[in-house]
Nanobody, 124 residues
Protein backbone atom coordinates (compact mmCIF):
# COMPACT_ATOMS: atom_id res chain seq x y z
CA UNK A 1 0.00 0.00 0.00
CA UNK A 2 1.42 3.34 -1.03
CA UNK A 3 1.92 5.87 1.72
CA UNK A 4 3.11 9.41 2.25
CA UNK A 5 5.09 10.72 5.21
CA UNK A 6 4.58 14.14 6.75
CA UNK A 7 6.97 15.98 9.04
CA UNK A 8 7.53 19.43 10.47
CA UNK A 9 4.68 19.76 12.90
CA UNK A 10 5.12 21.13 16.40
CA UNK A 11 4.13 23.79 18.89
CA UNK A 12 4.31 27.42 17.85
CA UNK A 13 3.03 30.68 19.31
CA UNK A 14 0.30 32.64 17.52
CA UNK A 15 1.87 34.64 14.73
CA UNK A 16 4.64 32.10 14.30
CA UNK A 17 5.59 29.91 11.35
CA UNK A 18 6.08 26.26 10.55
CA UNK A 19 6.99 24.40 7.38
CA UNK A 20 5.44 21.01 6.83
CA UNK A 21 6.99 18.49 4.47
CA UNK A 22 5.48 15.56 2.59
CA UNK A 23 7.35 12.82 0.79
CA UNK A 24 7.26 9.15 -0.10
CA UNK A 25 10.01 6.56 -0.11
CA UNK A 26 7.88 4.27 -2.27
CA UNK A 27 7.05 6.29 -5.36
CA UNK A 28 7.77 9.51 -7.22
CA UNK A 29 5.43 12.42 -6.60
CA UNK A 30 6.16 13.77 -10.09
CA UNK A 31 2.93 12.42 -11.54
CA UNK A 32 0.71 13.17 -8.55
CA UNK A 33 -1.40 16.12 -7.55
CA UNK A 34 -0.69 16.68 -3.87
CA UNK A 35 -2.98 18.27 -1.33
CA UNK A 36 -2.90 19.15 2.34
CA UNK A 37 -5.85 18.52 4.63
CA UNK A 38 -6.23 19.16 8.33
CA UNK A 39 -8.42 17.83 11.09
CA UNK A 40 -9.00 19.41 14.47
CA UNK A 41 -10.46 17.39 17.36
CA UNK A 42 -14.20 16.90 16.91
CA UNK A 43 -14.21 18.37 13.42
CA UNK A 44 -14.32 17.04 9.89
CA UNK A 45 -11.11 16.73 7.92
CA UNK A 46 -10.93 19.82 5.74
CA UNK A 47 -9.02 20.63 2.60
CA UNK A 48 -6.32 23.29 2.98
CA UNK A 49 -4.37 23.51 -0.26
CA UNK A 50 -3.24 21.61 -3.33
CA UNK A 51 -0.59 21.85 -6.00
CA UNK A 52 -0.69 20.55 -9.53
CA UNK A 53 1.98 18.56 -11.34
CA UNK A 54 3.92 21.47 -12.76
CA UNK A 55 4.18 23.21 -9.40
CA UNK A 56 3.01 26.50 -10.87
CA UNK A 57 -0.69 26.11 -10.17
CA UNK A 58 -1.92 26.07 -6.58
CA UNK A 59 -5.18 26.53 -4.75
CA UNK A 60 -5.95 27.51 -1.16
CA UNK A 61 -8.84 27.46 1.25
CA UNK A 62 -10.06 30.95 2.06
CA UNK A 63 -9.11 30.50 5.70
CA UNK A 64 -5.40 30.16 4.86
CA UNK A 65 -5.08 32.24 1.70
CA UNK A 66 -2.29 34.80 2.05
CA UNK A 67 -0.74 32.99 5.03
CA UNK A 68 0.07 29.51 3.71
CA UNK A 69 2.14 28.63 0.66
CA UNK A 70 2.30 25.21 -0.97
CA UNK A 71 5.27 24.27 -3.12
CA UNK A 72 6.95 21.22 -4.53
CA UNK A 73 10.47 20.16 -5.33
CA UNK A 74 10.22 17.17 -7.65
CA UNK A 75 13.99 16.68 -7.63
CA UNK A 76 13.77 16.03 -3.89
CA UNK A 77 10.41 14.27 -4.12
CA UNK A 78 8.99 16.73 -1.61
CA UNK A 79 5.92 18.89 -1.20
CA UNK A 80 5.94 21.66 1.38
CA UNK A 81 3.37 23.73 3.20
CA UNK A 82 4.83 26.96 4.56
CA UNK A 83 2.52 28.28 7.25
CA UNK A 84 2.96 31.85 8.42
CA UNK A 85 0.97 34.05 10.79
CA UNK A 86 -0.42 30.98 12.50
CA UNK A 87 -3.58 31.31 14.53
CA UNK A 88 -4.97 29.10 17.31
CA UNK A 89 -7.66 27.93 14.89
CA UNK A 90 -4.95 26.49 12.62
CA UNK A 91 -4.14 23.87 15.27
CA UNK A 92 -4.89 20.43 13.86
CA UNK A 93 -3.39 17.25 12.54
CA UNK A 94 -2.19 17.99 9.02
CA UNK A 95 -2.26 15.30 6.36
CA UNK A 96 -0.83 15.23 2.88
CA UNK A 97 -2.67 13.31 0.19
CA UNK A 98 -1.89 12.47 -3.41
CA UNK A 99 -3.63 11.26 -6.51
CA UNK A 100 -2.63 10.56 -10.06
CA UNK A 101 -3.98 13.11 -12.47
CA UNK A 102 -4.15 16.79 -13.06
CA UNK A 103 -7.25 17.86 -11.17
CA UNK A 104 -6.68 19.74 -7.93
CA UNK A 105 -9.68 18.46 -6.01
CA UNK A 106 -10.96 19.65 -2.64
CA UNK A 107 -12.70 16.32 -2.00
CA UNK A 108 -11.15 13.80 0.37
CA UNK A 109 -12.49 10.82 -1.55
CA UNK A 110 -10.58 11.79 -4.67
CA UNK A 111 -7.22 11.20 -3.01
CA UNK A 112 -6.10 7.60 -2.70
CA UNK A 113 -2.71 7.93 -1.03
CA UNK A 114 -2.44 9.45 2.43
CA UNK A 115 0.09 10.04 5.16
CA UNK A 116 -0.28 9.45 8.88
CA UNK A 117 -0.38 13.14 9.72
CA UNK A 118 1.71 15.61 11.68
CA UNK A 119 0.37 17.61 14.60
CA UNK A 120 0.41 21.39 14.63
CA UNK A 121 -0.35 23.19 17.89
CA UNK A 122 -0.69 26.96 18.13
CA UNK A 123 -0.69 28.28 21.66
CA UNK A 124 0.85 31.15 23.65
Amino acid sequence: QLQLAESGGGLVQPGGSLRLSCTSSQFSLDYYVVAWFRQAPGKEREWVSCIRLNGRSMDYAESVKGRFTISRDNAKNMVYLQMNSLKPEDAAAYYCAADVGTHCSRRRDEYHVWGQGTQVNVSP
